[in-house]
């Protein structure tokens, strides 16, 4: 089953060597153009594909460990809520929607009794465990990135039905798509078990990129134009990872920051080849950094008011998460805002309020 994701050689790219032509060919015009592709529509729906960081309650519908709808996860969500979603509060999907103006909630779409407006204005396919590489899902029995696009082409027909084909293929074509994962295939797949020591840290990286860029053509071939695909974010700092590697002093496993190094600057490439280019022609793909803002507010929690970023929120915060982040066995700290860190893997709500402030002042929305 190893490889689905096979290489894919593809020729440079003519159209940025023609707009290099182009702007060197008008040294005179006065003034600056504007930029080729503004986004000045508004965005009709939000679409999440991914992990636990956008997985805002689809493991719920599947039966699997990695969950979460349980106290004392939600417990600052409206009406204390545990909804799946990983983390005290809102995630990710919740914060751009709503910062979109789109909307303050984003649903799951397994599991949900789906209204027509949240059909019209996007849901969450991304299921918490999964990675890019087909097998890091496997292994804790949880939507493949494959599963989660059989998913949205199911949404599709459902949106159809809603909208009719013509404006339904326009909320397609001209919504935002999020897609965020490849943290479990480095920390959990690579470095924590034996399922791929058959392949060195470079040659996993480059096949977890080459499933990255073949789940990017399908959801472009799915119809999807405008997709943020993040990066890793620095995984030997992660809570979970300084426990397991980190040593007596939980110290940040540089070996794994470096893996998340060197994946990120492969996926950054691989996007930049497929931006735009004619075999994905009319596409706008941006690399979303993870790393460089959550490593500035892990190394400098003052500058951010936070009290603790070297462990999680719930319990001892060395090792709940999931499952044993629960009521019975986990109190969680007094005040998360003080935490980046809720669990061992997942930021708070207000981590990620932070994070996200960062990355739509450095890329817009
Ligand atoms: C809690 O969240 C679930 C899943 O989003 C939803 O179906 C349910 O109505 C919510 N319950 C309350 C009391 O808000
Ligand atoms: C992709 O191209 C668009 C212009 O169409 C540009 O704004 C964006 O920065 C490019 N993305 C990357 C990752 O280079």
Not at 171 to 181: A, E, K, N, P, R
Not at 241 to 260: D, F, K, P
């Amino acid at each position: 089953m190893v490889s689905k994701c096979t290489l894919l050689v593809m020729t440079a790219t003519v159209v940025i060597l023609h707009r290099t032509l182009c702007v060197a060919a008008s040294p005179a015009t006065p003034v600056a153009a504007p930029p080729a592709t503004k986004q000045t529509t508004r965005t009709p729906a939000l679409f999440l594909f991914g992990d636990s960081i956008v997985d805002t309650g689809n493991n719920n519908g599947i039966i699997t460990t990695i969950r979460c709808n349980f106290a004392p996860y939600g417990q600052d969500f409206p009406g204390h809520n545990a909804t799946g979603r990983f983390s005290n509060g809102k995630v990710p999907g919740d914060i751009v929607a709503s910062r979109l103006g789109i909307k303050e909630y984003v649903p799951a779409y397994l599991g949900t009794e789906l209204s027509d407006f949240d059909l019209l204005t996007g849901v969450s396919f991304a299921s918490g465990g999964c990675g890019f590489d087909p097998l890091t899902a496997e292994l804790v029995s949880v939507l493949t990135m494959d599963n989660q696009l059989d998913l949205f082409k199911e949404y599709k027909e459902k949106l159809k039905r809603v909208a009719g084909a013509h404006r339904a293929a326009d909320i397609v074509s001209t919504s935002l798509y999020m897609v965020i994962t490849g943290t479990d295939d480095l920390a959990n797949t690579y470095f924590t078990t034996p399922f791929r020591r058959d392949y060195d840290l470079e040659s996993y990286i480059e096949f977890v990129v080459q499933c990255a860029s073949d789940f990017i053509k399908k959801l472009y071939g799915q119809g999807a134009r405008r997709i943020n695909i993040a990066g890793a974010p620095p995984i030997g700092c992660v809570p979970s990872q300084r426990t397991n590697a980190g040593g007596l002093e939980r110290e940040c496993v540089s070996l794994y920051n470096q893996a998340s190094v060197v994946y990120n600057a492969a996926l950054e490439k691989e996007i930049k080849r497929l931006n735009g280019s004619e075999a994905l022609p009319g596409s706008v793909l941006k690399y979303i950094d993870l790393y460089t803002p959550l490593i500035d507010m892990i190394q400098r929690p003052d500058a951010y008011g936070f009290d603790v970023t070297n462990r999680g929120c719930c319990g001892t915060g060395v090792f709940e998460v999931t499952l044993t982040c629960n009521r019975y066995t986990a109190e969680p700290c007094g005040d998360p805002s003080k935490f980046l860190f809720w669990d061992t893997y997942h930021l708070t709500e207000r981590g990620y309020n932070l994070l996200l402030e960062q990355i739509i002042n450095r890329y817009g929305m």
